[in-house]
């Protein structure tokens, strides 16, 4: 199964809002409500930003936030800061025999 | 506080197997999963597997059949991961992470450090 599609970059000014997206299919992201989003910052481990769609963990801004539309599911970030400049990956159970599958990750730069 | 400590960095020849461990500590170890996730050089995120650390249980990606054993001790909260027959293209860092009790929840809420592993003839 291939990984579910994301941008490869996205930007925008610091204040500004950016959204991105995470297409699967109807087998993973579309049959599920169990997309996870991670922000990567070089050189250090994966950070879970949104879980369960839309769910925040306690400590995360609420600058962040999901949906799911369909088959493709959306990060969007409020108010763009410098330190929201990290590489962002999707993630999605996809049931048996696949079982979990992420995007190719998403590069946001902040202008 | 919830805390993983992956073991160090490892150079491999190819055929050879590698283990990396993951200690985990700041939480009840048997009321979690951890999901093992790889990174190659410059490439995204890659799930490699799942394991329960109350009846051992697993589940791996399709890719790795036959190469990757998970298993946890609960004596010491520790879960490991062994990949055989290593190639270059398993040059990777790998991280452990904590995640629930049934597979495919994909809340990785705590990660370890990573360990990179180094395949080279």
């Known amino acids: 199964q291939s990984a579910l599609t994301q941008p490869a970059s996205v930007s925008g000014s610091p204040g500004q809002s950016i959204t991105i997206s995470c297409t699967g299919t109807?087998?993973?992201?579309?049959?599920?409500?169990?997309v996870s989003w991670y922000q990567q910052h070089p050189g250090k481990a994966p950070k879970l930003m949104i879980y369960?769609?839309?769910k925040r963990p306690s400590g995360v801004s609420n600058r962040f936030s999901g949906s799911k539309s369909g088959n493709t599911a959306s990060l969007t970030i409020l108010g763009l800061q410098a330190e929201d400049e990290a590489d962002y990956y999707c993630?999605?159970?996809?049931?048996?025999?696949?079982?979990?599958?992420f995007g190719g990750g998403t590069k946001v730069t902040v202008l | 506080q919830v805390q993983l400590v992956q073991s160090g960095a490892e150079v491999k020849k190819p055929g050879a197997s590698m283990k990396v461990s993951c200690k985990t500590s700041?939480?009840?170890?048997?009321?979690?999963?951890i999901s093992w996730v790889r990174q190659a050089p410059g490439q995204g995120l890659e799930w490699m597997g799942w394991?329960?650390?109350?009846?051992?249980?697993?589940f791996h990606a399709q890719n790795l059949q036959g190469r990757v054993t998970m298993t946890t001790d609960t004596s010491t909260s520790t879960a490991y991961m062994e990949l055989r027959s290593l190639r270059s293209d398993d040059t990777a860092v790998y991280y452990c992470?904590?995640?629930?009790?049934?597979?495919?929840?994909?809340?990785?809420?705590?990660w370890g450090q990573g360990t990179l592993v180094t395949v080279s003839s």
């Open positions: 700041g939480y009840t170890f048997t009321r979690f999963g």
């Open positions: 993630c999605s159970y996809a049931g048996s025999p696949t079982y979990v599958i």
């Open positions: 394991i329960s650390a109350y009846n051992n249980n697993t």
């Open positions: 992470a904590r995640d629930y009790l049934v597979v495919g929840g994909t809340r990785f809420d705590y």
């Open positions: 109807s087998t993973d992201v579309g049959n599920y409500n169990l």
């Open positions: 369960e769609g839309s």
